[in-house]
């Protein structure tokens, strides 16, 4: 027995001493969220975060794009059901295509609430620490300022989550949009407080947000907003007015060369010209698709566009006489462009209206190795996207003061110069309306938004697209006959103002779907 | 079966050696002691005494005449007295004294001293050799005499030699083998032959730490039958031998790719994490690579709480015990095994041809009201009318398999070992796909002292496999086979993969979606991943008391592996990419495993008592690191190596982990005179998977069993077995649980591109939410059972009723998206139970020279979720999806976990004025954008659209139901067996009908059963109408258009073998035998699924076009001598 006493010492002896120290083990390879935070390296990777989106396919990439070709400029390129379904608004929201927006855009919210609560407290430079909370606050509001107008109304805002409450389980819909575009207006505000100016940036942090950022975003959140509250007008043309006069030089390209100049904003070169206000920053290994995307399907085997989207005739046909921004916004059979280095006239067996958006072909006029990703599956070039740029400040302003029954030639006349047009004079809100969708046409000012906001929108789906069925696909000089590409649609104003928010949101938070959907 | 038995034996015969030599040898003749007289009278004369006892008893007594001259008269009483009593008493008033030689009682004058009767029993030797009906000698088998505890047991060679009393009866015995008797009579020599029993209850079966008769089980544990023909099917995994074998043992294949490993699901689903059973290999825990099937001896599932409880944290899921083959003492045997066969695709889906690619294409634009794309127009596109590959024919091929083992075993009396080497290789029946496995195991054993045992036992495997992707709706293998444009060739006239068009038609590519070369897909990638594994377990045994053992066991499992994937530039057409990529990786694990272990057991008349003390550590660490780098000017083979590429575009990545868990254990178990059985356990275990405040849990197991058949009042000839046992037991779950789920790492990359130009950044964020509150997931299980066996055991029923609870069930919390957190913490979010009867029925017989055994099992699972009491919302919407755009899995309470939630159809619409007059009570047209030939969606809820709220629950693919049937012959040199196994109640998914019978996505080739789609001419179709739109959402919406019946009854195998008469093989070596056999493996499926396999897998499973199961036909050769 003597033996099993003492065995039983041992085994007692050896499980008791080392297994609580045995069990307690530090998580490797990674910080965790206990022992983050605490060096300016930290502050700086958090801050990186917030952009890690601009490479997603499912935002920036194409996805933002997929509502906005619900227009009248644009439409799908190819066949695809469930972008047809957005179009014609018989979307469920759980189409791979849109589904992802809502909650990815939420997941921006969050790296900005976690940097707003944690940065504080850390013992960083005061300019560093600045810079990170300014830049939180920059992209809480811009997101804010994606989603509100696209799933939010009157009827019912977004959840607003911040630093303050982003511990709660669950989350609810605030009364009004108008709510949220408090929350962006005082994030905005706070960030423009805090951020630099554009040209103070060291050349590698470029593309980060900056003071006429956030005051270009403010002026166009009011732009929205003024829809709700009439008061707002006013408040668009003061932080327009700061963004035009902002001491880092905010101008148009204009070198009194029209044919050359509007084409030229869209150079990779120009990424951070005078006319830059903010854009998806990319590079030819990552960051923005869509110059690939809005490329012909398979580049006439020469390089994998995706040919995501075709241009309509009716956008075709809105630009007036004379408008040089035409030629740098649509490539049409015939057209002589450079192609990765060589000459070529556009012709197409894929796109359906037989025209295809030119302003993002910059980084296609080089070699490929130029700017161009090789990787087929993910087409970023070195072109960065605006998000919003100096030309539309400039139209902000102008619709802003026509709203409120002031003249708004300046600034307006100022865009159609540069385009080669001769000035208005007692510009109205249609002219405002025209200028808006030729200057703009195929970006992230988005159509699709004004025509809602002005109640266009009724109307314009209900009318057909067009497009041109040309005899001969591939020859550049082929006659065509105009055909209808897509049947009119119909657009309820008490639904289709918004999108529905995703099916499976919904099911898990548990909020209510924007009506009618 | 014989060789197995013969194991058991010898472990169980070392262990009562001891205690059968311990007893004396008494005689066969009855002794004086227990015979007994009753005397009519009181005094006696001497004479007169002994005549009254000859005729009473056997005893005749021996004596001069005149010993008995001036005796006195005996004074007796009359009550009931034994001869030995009675003769005591006459020896002491007569001064007498006794020698018993047999029956004969001699007299003689007393001495006066104290040994008066002196017994002697005349004796005889007997010696002879002990075989199994194969010849081979039976070391260890027990010799006694019958009536008493006497006896012997056989040495190595199975020879023996006892000294019995004349006119014995020898009983011979060996576990696993039919007894028989046999009377000495006047023979020295006694041969014999034992014959194997064919019923398994003799069967002794490793319980954790310990072993136990089958026949004396408390707890729930089935057995795989007939291993050694089982290694014989073209098969190369454990999960494979174990499918459809044991009732409530549920193995799904879930693909046919040559690397893949069948998921084994015991008693049901319970948890969402790492739902694997413990595999125990020689009693420690594996986590080893591969184990070669030739070396396994026998495999146990210990299927309740209470019987795997003693494994504890790992084992929730079912442990699966695996003894692997041992040498014996004796000569050594040499065995070879070898098949070879061919694997071919019982089933391939077809696509259309290119003229009715374009047609289809054609008339679905033409529905959709838009323009068709020219490509498809025969007169601008004639290429596009000739169909030049069959992809489907391009992709598949005849592929085949081989195995090979060779084994040698012996070992002298006081050391046995066993060492094989393994080889396997099979080639998929997709192109370039395979699977190779080298094995090489040495186990041996030395008795170095009559009490202290040491063995080992070193398996080093080494696998490589090169499977292909079938589950992505994008990328798969098989669906881009459908995809691909069946006008394209393989190869261009340059000998280069061919895109769906020539370069020159490069404007019709567009109408042909982003399709890969499928052949391309499979052959492209140059991969190789070669996975070293290295387990080795020593242990030493010491007796430190006659009752008492100490184990001590360590074992260690060493993992090395390495991925290397070239991926070539794609320049043709389709999907093209004009960059190579080398990515690669390299890791390694190492883990050991410590368990001390005490042994008691101790019987105290008709009580045995067993104590059993564990205590066990074990610790991992793993580390790992892979990157990627591009731009190779060159792509031969010998150039892709990571120094030649131009540019590395990601920091590597990198991580490590480490694991550890502690258990201490204790268990008794009691039984008494074989009718009452009782099994009672406790463990503790901490992990550091868990904060601290709750990584240490206890968890209890009780069990107990009453043989009926052995009670005194219980005497029926018919029924040999009668036995009840019930189970209750809990045990804590650990693979649920994740690594560092308190305190998850943030996550880290370097993609965010700022700067002019733009460059790379690194970032950090927060992906994951931890949870410091996390607990043990408890899975708690209570069994009835019993257990019969008649027709002196030929039958034997198990009939089982067991309950399954999982509490504080681990999944993943669905955070709410606003909290922008990507994946939610791992939770306790409720309770799941599974319930279920299982009944394994076997009958073995024979008829003259033909013997045959028949063994069904059949099993049910019911599944339901019961609570999500502490999830973050009332049900869970699960991720899974086609192309992200339908989830049909939902997991609510009341419900199976991940149950189909879909929109019930109701047929095809075939006119607008059905589609006009299809509304709810309201009036409101419920399908407004209907067209005819689109799917008629029930509108559940009432409200006039179809959306979610129509959805309905609708069963999920785990199986209600599981059956397996064994049918064995044996007639004179041939055996046949037959293998069938089926499920029944399984739902699944067919998303292949997604993209293969819908022409509204890019312009992807369909399947060809789309020409059976509706149309005004077609009024009965199931296939909707072809269209480039779908504003019904006849594909968009999660409907249960969907969903089929994934029943199937499968020929799983069949066998026929031809044994070479011994006659002709005892020239090579007496015991030599040779069997030649022919097997075909999944000879035969019925299913009414419509895709291309049903065994697609369990659970949150969607059918893309699987990697089907194979067929194989395979040639092998057992040769032992």
């Known amino acids: 027995m003597k033996h099993i006493v003492k065995l039983c010492l041992i085994l007692l002896i050896v499980s008791s001493s080392c297994s609580d120290t045995f069990t307690e083990l530090t998580p490797l390879g990674s910080p965790t969220s206990g022992n983050f935070w605490q060096s300016e390296e930290d502050a700086i990777t958090a801050v990186n975060a917030l952009y890690e989106h601009w490479g997603d396919d499912n935002l920036f990439g194409r996805a933002f794009m997929y509502l906005i070709a619900a227009s009248d400029d644009i439409m799908q390129g190819r066949t695809d059901a469930a972008a047809a379904a957005i179009r014609n608004f018989q979307a469920t929201g759980q189409e791979g295509r849109m589904a992802p927006i809502y909650p990815r855009m939420y997941t921006v919210i969050q790296r900005a609430n976690n940097i707003i609560k944690y940065v504080p407290e850390m013992n960083i430079s005061e300019t560093l620490k600045n810079r990170a909370l300014g830049e939180a606050y920059f992209m809480r509001a811009h997101t804010y300022y994606w989603l509100a107008p696209r799933y939010a109304d009157h009827r019912a805002g977004i959840p607003i989550v911040t630093e303050e409450n982003m511990e709660e389980l669950s989350f609810t819909r605030p009364a009004s949009i108008v709510d949220n575009y408090r929350q962006i207006e005082s994030d905005l505000l706070r960030a423009a407080e805090l951020l630099p100016y554009f040209n103070t940036y060291s050349p590698t942090d470029l593309g980060r947000p900056h003071k006429d950022a956030a005051h270009a975003f403010l002026a166009k959140t009011y732009l929205y907003w003024g829809h709700h509250d009439a008061s707002k007008w006013s408040s668009v043309v003061t932080y327009a007015d700061m963004v035009i006069n902002s001491p880092t030089g905010r101008a148009l390209i204009n070198t009194g060369n029209p044919a050359e100049d509007f084409a030229s904003v869209f150079y990779v070169n120009n990424n951070f010209s005078s006319e830059y206000v903010f854009s998806t920053v990319s590079s030819n290994e990552r960051g923005q698709i869509l110059p690939g995307v809005m490329l012909e399907n398979t580049g006439w085997g020469l390089y994998n566009g995706w040919g995501t989207f075709s241009p309509t005739l009716e956008l075709y046909n809105a630009f007036e006489e004379g408008d040089h921004r035409k030629k740098a916004t649509l490539l049409e059979f015939g057209d002589s462009f450079s192609f990765l280095g060589n000459p070529r006239r556009y012709y197409s067996g894929n796109s359906r209206t037989g025209i295809q958006v030119n302003k993002y072909m910059d980084p296609y006029r080089f070699p490929e190795e130029v700017h161009l990703n090789p990787n087929g599956n993910y087409v970023t070039s070195n072109l960065n996207i605006p998000l919003i740029r100096f030309a539309e400040i400039l139209l902000l302003k102008s619709e802003a003061l026509i709203m409120q029954g002031q003249n708004g030639d300046g600034p307006l006349n100022q865009v159609r110069q540069r385009a080669g047009l001769a000035s208005k004079s007692g510009a109205t809100i249609a002219d405002l309306k025209q200028e808006r969708r030729v200057e703009l046409a195929a970006e992230y000012a988005d159509r699709h938004l004004d025509l809602i906001r002005w109640r266009d929108a009724q109307l314009a789906y209900s009318k057909p697209a067009t497009g041109r069925n040309h005899f001969n696909k591939t020859d550049p000089d082929s006659g065509f006959k105009v055909y209808q590409v897509w049947p009119g649609r119909t657009f309820n104003p008490q639904i289709h103002h918004v999108w529905p928010i995703p099916p499976n949101t919904i099911a898990i938070s548990g909020i209510p779907q924007n009506q009618g959907w | ?1121």
């Not at chain 2, 606003?818 to 073995?844: Q, R, W």
């Not at chain 2, 999920?956 to 599981?962: E, G, L, S, V, Y």
């Not at chain 2, 080739?1005 to 480039?1028: G, M, Q």
């Open chain 2, 1 to 1121: 079966m014989v060789s197995k038995n013969l194991m058991y034996g010898l472990l169980l015969q070392c262990l009562f050696l001891t205690t059968l030599m311990a007893h004396d040898i008494h005689a066969q003749i009855k002794p004086i002691d227990k015979t007994y007289v009753v005397l009519d009278k009181s005094e006696w004369e001497l004479q007169e005494i002994f005549k009254n006892i000859e005729n009473i008893t056997d005893y005749k007594f021996v004596y001069p005449e005149d010993i008995l001259n001036n005796k006195p008269i005996i004074n007796t009483n009359k009550k009931r007295q034994s001869v030995n009593d009675l003769l005591v008493e006459i020896a002491t008033a007569a001064n007498l004294k006794f020698k018993q030689v047999d029956n004969s009682i001699y007299v003689g004058e007393g001495s006066g001293k104290k040994e008066i009767i002196q017994i002697e029993i005349e004796e005889v030797t007997v010696s002879g050799k002990v075989t199994d009906d194969k010849g081979e000698s039976l070391p260890g088998a027990t010799i006694t005499v019958l009536g008493t505890t006497t006896g012997t047991v056989t040495d190595i060679d199975g020879n023996y030699s006892i000294t019995v009393p004349d006119g014995a009866v020898l009983v011979f015995s060996f576990i696993g083998y039919e007894p028989i008797q046999i009377p000495v009579d006047n023979q020295s020599l006694i041969d014999v032959t034992l014959k194997t029993d064919i019923s398994s209850l003799e069967e002794i079966v490793v319980v954790g730490y310990g072993t136990t008769r089958r026949a004396d089980l408390t707890t729930s544990i089935g057995s795989l039958e007939n291993v050694k023909r089982t290694v014989d099917r073209p098969i190369s995994s454990v999960q494979d031998m174990l499918q459809g074998q044991i009732a409530g043992v549920t193995v799904v294949a879930g693909s046919g790719d040559p690397g893949a490993t069948p998921r084994v699901i015991i008693r049901g689903v319970g948890t969402m994490g790492n739902e694997s059973p413990l595999y125990v290999v020689d009693g420690m825990p594996y986590y080893g690579g591969r184990i070669n099937p030739n070396d396994i001896e026998s495999m146990v599932v210990l299927k309740d709480a209470a019987a795997a409880a003693i494994y504890g944290a790992q084992a929730a899921s079912g442990v699966i015990v695996i003894t692997t083959k041992s040498g014996k003492s004796g000569e050594t045997k040499v065995s070879l095994d070898f098949y070879r066969g061919v694997q071919s695709a019982y089933k391939t889906p077809e696509a259309l041809n290119a003229q009715e690619y374009a047609s289809s294409y054609r008339s679905a634009a033409a529905h959709a009201g838009g323009v068709s794309q020219s490509a498809h127009d025969p007169l601008l596109n004639p290429w596009s009318q000739v169909t030049r590959t069959v992809w489907m024919d391009e992709i598949f091929q005849t592929g085949p398999i081989t195995n090979a083992n060779v084994q040698l075993s012996g070992g002298s009396e006081r050391g046995r070992f066993s060492t094989s080497f393994g080889y396997h290789k099979k080639e998929g029946i997709l192109r370039n796909t395979d699977f190779e496995l080298f094995s090489f195991r040495l186990k041996s054993e030395y008795d170095l002292t009559d009490k202290l045992r040491v063995g080992q036992n070193v398996y080093v495997n080494h696998s490589t496999s090169r499977g292909a992707n079938t589950s992505s709706s994008y990328s798969g293998a098989i669906i881009n086979a459908v995809y691909m444009n069946p006008a394209a060739p393989v190869y261009d006239e340059f000998g280069q993969f061919h895109g769906t068009v020539p370069f020159e038609l490069s404007q019709f590519a567009g109408a042909y979606g982003d399709t890969y070369n499928p052949v391309s897909l499979l052959l492209r990638p140059n991969i190789s991943n070669p996975r070293l594994n290295i387990n080795a377990i020593a242990y030493a045994e010491y007796d430190i008391l006659e009752n008492l053992t100490f184990k001590s066991s360590f074992s260690i499992d060493l993992w090395n592996w390495s991925d290397k994937n070239f991926s070539p530039r794609v320049p043709e057409i389709g999907r093209p990419s004009n960059m190579n990529f080398l990515n690669q990786g390299a890791g390694n694990s190492s883990r050991w495993i410590w368990d001390q272990q005490l042994n008691y057991n101790k019987s105290f008349g008709k009580h045995n008592l067993g104590l059993t003390a564990v205590y066990t550590a074990q610790f991992r660490q793993e580390e790992a690191f892979s990157y990627q780098v591009q731009d190779f000017d060159r792509e031969d083979d010998w150039f892709q190596y990571a120094s030649n590429a131009t540019t590395i575009l990601r920091v590597p990545n990198a991580y490590g982990n480490e694991d550890a868990l502690t258990s201490a254990i204790g268990r008794v178990t009691y039984d008494y005179d074989d009718r009452y059985f009782f099994m009672g356990s406790a463990r503790r275990d901490q992990t550091s998977r868990l904060h601290s405040n709750t990584k240490t849990d206890f968890f209890p197991a009780l069990s107990g069993a009453w043989k009926i058949s052995s009670e005194g009042f219980f005497n029926s000839s018919a029924i040999n077995l009668l036995k009840l046992r019930g189970s209750w037991g809990q045990i804590g779950n650990i693979s649920s649980v994740g690594l560092y789920a308190f305190n998850v790492p943030l996550a880290s990359g370097n993609d965010v591109i700022m700067g002019e130009p733009g460059t790379r950044n690194r970032h950090v964020s927060l992906n994951e939410m931890s949870n410091s509150n996390l607990r043990w997931e408890r899975s708690e299980t209570a069994n009835i059972g019993l257990d019969m066996a008649f027709l002196s055991n030929r039958l034997t029923v198990t009939a089982e009723y067991y309950e399954k609870y999982t509490r504080g069930l681990i999944l993943r919390n669905a955070p709410d998206p606003h909290s922008g957190v990507p994946t939610g913490a791992l939770s306790n979010v409720g309770t799941v139970l599974n319930k279920g009867i299982e009944l394994t029925v076997a009958y073995a017989g024979e008829i003259g020279q033909f013997r045959y055994r028949l063994n069904g099992n059949i099993s049910t699972i019911n599944n339901e979720l019961l609570d999500l009491d502490e999830f973050t919302n009332d049900f869970i919407v699960h991720g899974e999806s086609i192309r992200g755009t339908v989830l049909p899995f939902r997991s609510e309470p009341g419900q199976p976990l991940f149950s189909y939630h879909l929109i019930p159809h109701d047929g095809i619409f075939q006119s607008a004025a059905q589609i006009e007059a299809y509304v709810n009570t309201d009036g409101t047209k419920i399908q407004p954008n209907a067209r005819p030939g689109d799917l008629i969606f029930r509108d559940v809820s009432g409200d006039g659209k179809i959306s979610d709220d129509d959805r309905v629950f609708m069963g999920n693919a785990m199986p209600d139901f599981t059956y397996g049937l064994n049918i064995n012959l044996e007639y004179k040199n041939f055996d046949l067996s037959i293998f069938a196994q089926g499920v029944g109640g399984v739902m699944l998914f067919n998303g292949y009908k997604h993209t293969a019978y819908n022409a509204g996505l890019q312009g992807y080739n369909l399947d060809r059963r789309v020409l059976d789609a509706w149309s005004p001419t077609n009024p009965n179709a199931t296939i909707p109408v072809l269209s480039t739109q779908d504003p019904n959402g006849n594909f968009g919406q999660p409907s249960d258009w969907y969903l089929e019946k994934g029943d199937y009854l499968r020929i799983r195998n069949f066998t026929l073998g031809y044994n070479f008469p011994e006659s002709l093989l005892n020239s090579i070596r007496s015991g030599s035998t040779v069997r030649v056999y022919l097997s075909a493996e999944n000879l035969l499926t019925i299913t009414p699924y419509s895709g291309i396999d049903p065994e697609v897998g369990s659970g949150l499973v969607i059918d893309n076009g699987t990697f089907p199961i194979p067929r194989t036909f395979s040639a092998g050769l057992n040769f032992n001598f």
